[in-house]
Nanobody, 117 residues
Framework: QVQLVESGGGLVQAGGSLRLSCAASGYIGSINTMGWYRQAPGKQRELVALLITSGGSTHYADSVKGRFTISRDNAKNTVYLQMNSLKPEDTAVYTC??????????WGQGTQVTVSS
């Protein structure tokens, strides 16, 4: 059974930084993409950052480009989201998603990020 466990969320002042981690346990097989999504109260979930494992390309939502960085530690089966220059509008529940080449995907439980002004 694959589980994704997130950590690193919390309360930070505007302009501050946080690093989210998403560690996969269990045999996860061949991974196609690893991504971070967020959902703010009253809003739809949106893709924040995506890493395509084949080739290592990354994609970001326009609202976070230049501030957020997605990365991966293969040895630890962990994906990170470094968030800098945080803004109050970044406040949301952040969730990681890992998709296998087979099409199967897994979600983490989510971690709250709150940015105060």
């Amino acid at each position: 059974q694959v589980q994704l466990v997130e950590s690193g969320g919390g309360l930070v002042q505007a302009g501050g930084s946080l690093r989210l981690s998403c560690a996969a346990s269990g045999y996860i097989g061949s991974i196609n993409t690893m991504g971070w999504y967020r959902q703010a109260p009253g809003k739809q979930r949106e893709l924040v950052a995506l890493l395509i494992t084949s080739g290592g390309s990354t994609h970001y939502a326009d609202s976070v480009k230049g501030r957020f960085t997605i990365s991966r530690d293969n040895a630890k089966n962990t994906v990170y989201l470094q968030m800098n220059s945080l803004k109050p509008e970044d406040t949301a529940v952040y969730t990681c998603k890992v998709a296998q080449n087979s099409g199967t995907y897994y979600w983490g439980q989510g971690t709250q990020v709150t940015v105060s002004s």
